[in-house]
């Protein structure tokens, strides 16, 4: 079992910066590939970014290549998204999620376990 919080999220202007944090405790972080996704209200949960164990593969959605960047420290059982330019259509929950033990890119999904999200709210 895995169970992952994420913090960072708050209210910032268009054009600044914010730095989630995905923590992971429970199962051996390091062996899960991770990934990033955001909901905002009256949409569907959209793929942003994923990694690998190692980190060594990633990848990013369209909408978000170029300005988030995601990396992870697996000493500190710790995943990050660097969000830079946000703009007010970033505005979302933004959720972490893990597989159950794969430790291989995995994309879009499917993934195992998620966090209870955080806001991220983009002022115009």
């Known amino acids: 079992q895995v169970q992952l919080v994420e913090s960072g999220g708050g209210l910032v202007q268009a054009g600044g910066s914010l730095r989630l944090s995905c923590t992971a405790s429970?199962?051996?972080?390091?062996?899960?590939?991770m990934a990033w996704f955001r909901q905002a209200p009256g949409k569907e949960r959209e793929f942003l970014a994923a990694i690998n164990w190692s980190g060594s593969t990633r990848g990013y959605a369209d909408s978000v290549k170029g300005r988030f960047t995601i990396s992870r420290d697996n000493a500190a059982n710790t995943m990050y998204l660097q969000m830079n330019t946000l703009r007010p259509e970033d505005s979302a929950v933004y959720y972490c999620?893990?597989?159950?033990?794969?430790?291989?890119?995995?994309?879009?999904?499917?993934?195992?376990?998620w966090g209870q999200g955080t806001q991220v709210t983009v002022s115009s």
């Open positions: 999620a893990a597989t159950n033990g794969r430790p291989w890119y995995a994309g879009t999904g499917p993934y195992d376990y």
């Open positions: 429970g199962r051996t972080f390091s062996s899960a590939a």
